[in-house]
């Protein structure tokens, strides 16, 4: 969905949008096209539109979080970091092809499922850890606030969403039920994530704390927010890796 949004805003004009899936055999010459992509059989998913393109400056950024080309108000500059989060998690890998005026294709490899086993049971299934908790949710960037609650709400959590600190203690004052964990972004205008979980732990005792934040390379930043890195998920996440987080700081794995 990332991809075809950009694709229908670099075509304001209109134009043509192209979605097409492949059987795709890569050799050592291929595999050069796409970072850590090994020699193997993929499946590929190519996106393509006739639109504005990019310079080669942009192609070098496109997946860098929050870098977007679009006007205040317009991007986040998440959604391709997004896209990227999730080719590598599946182990694939991704490529641009694009001129301006011309148009872009972005290409994605997906490794080929492997054959299940003969002797496997129909039917059966790997269980996965859902939850029941409640989740007070604190993200000024609605994007990322979406992406989180519709992962969490996927696994059966109860969200609270919030977009600033004032809105999550009012959030928490009108709440009569225990509130388990606090998903809360390191920045955010007004309050900063490390000051709204100091006010949760004094009114809600006992409430564990995972923190977010997109500038994980900053370690001033993060040193007083934070001791480990085990109560810290980056951004850009994919829902599972999020999900599998929270689960683990919920059940005190971390």
């Given at each position: 969905?990332n991809?075809?949004?950009?694709?229908?805003?670099?075509?304001?004009?209109g134009g043509?949008?192209?979605?097409?899936?492949q059987?795709?055999?890569?050799?050592?010459?291929?595999?050069?096209?796409?970072?850590?992509?090994?020699?193997?059989?993929?499946?590929?998913?190519?996106?393509?539109?006739?639109?504005?393109?990019?310079?080669k400056?942009?192609?070098?950024?496109?997946?860098?979080?929050?870098?977007?080309?679009?006007?205040?108000?317009?991007?986040?500059?998440?959604?391709?970091?997004?896209?990227h989060?999730?080719?590598?998690?599946?182990?694939?890998?991704?490529?641009?092809?694009?001129?301006?005026?011309?148009?872009?294709?972005?290409?994605?490899?997906?490794?080929?499922?492997?054959?299940?086993?003969?002797?496997?049971k129909?039917?059966?299934?790997?269980?996965t850890?859902?939850?029941?908790?409640?989740?007070?949710?604190?993200?000024?960037?609605?994007?990322?606030?979406?992406?989180?609650r519709?992962?969490?709400?996927?696994k059966?959590?109860?969200?609270?969403?919030?977009?600033?600190?004032?809105?999550?203690?009012?959030?928490?004052?009108?709440?009569?039920?225990p509130?388990?964990?606090l998903?809360?972004?390191?920045?955010?205008?007004?309050?900063?994530g490390?000051e709204?979980?100091?006010i949760?732990?004094?009114v809600?005792?006992?409430?564990?704390v995972?923190?977010m934040?997109?500038?994980?390379?900053?370690?001033?930043?993060?040193?007083?927010?934070?001791?480990?890195a085990?109560?810290?998920?980056?951004?850009?996440?994919?829902a599972?890796?999020?999900?599998?987080?929270?689960?683990?700081?919920?059940?005190?794995?971390?």
């Amino acid at each position: 969905m990332n991809l075809v949004i950009n694709a229908r805003d670099a075509m304001p004009q209109g134009g043509q949008l192209s979605v097409r899936t492949q059987n795709v055999s890569v050799g050592i010459d291929g595999a050069m096209m796409y970072s850590d992509v090994n020699p193997g059989q993929y499946v590929g998913l190519f996106v393509s539109d006739t639109g504005h393109g990019m310079s080669k400056e942009v192609q070098d950024k496109i997946f860098e979080p929050f870098f977007t080309t679009k006007g205040i108000g317009e991007g986040t500059g998440l959604g391709m970091s997004v896209v990227h989060g999730i080719v590598k998690q599946c182990g694939g890998g991704i490529s641009i092809e694009s001129d301006l005026d011309v148009g872009t294709t972005f290409k994605i490899l997906f490794p080929v499922a492997p054959e299940v086993a003969k002797n496997s049971k129909p039917g059966v299934v790997t269980q996965t850890s859902e939850g029941h908790e409640t989740i007070l949710l604190v993200e000024d960037q609605i994007a990322v606030r979406k992406i989180a609650r519709i992962a969490l709400q996927a696994k059966g959590y109860n969200v609270l969403e919030a977009s600033m600190g004032p809105e999550a203690i009012r959030l928490s004052e009108e709440f009569s039920h225990p509130i388990d964990l606090l998903l809360v972004d390191v920045v955010m205008p007004e309050m900063g994530g490390q000051e709204l979980a100091e006010i949760m732990r004094k009114v809600r005792p006992g409430i564990r704390v995972l923190f977010m934040s997109g500038y994980t390379d900053d370690t001033a930043l993060l040193r007083d927010v934070t001791k480990a890195a085990e109560v810290l998920v980056q951004k850009p996440f994919t829902a599972a890796g999020l999900t599998r987080k929270v689960r683990a700081v919920l059940d005190g794995n971390v």
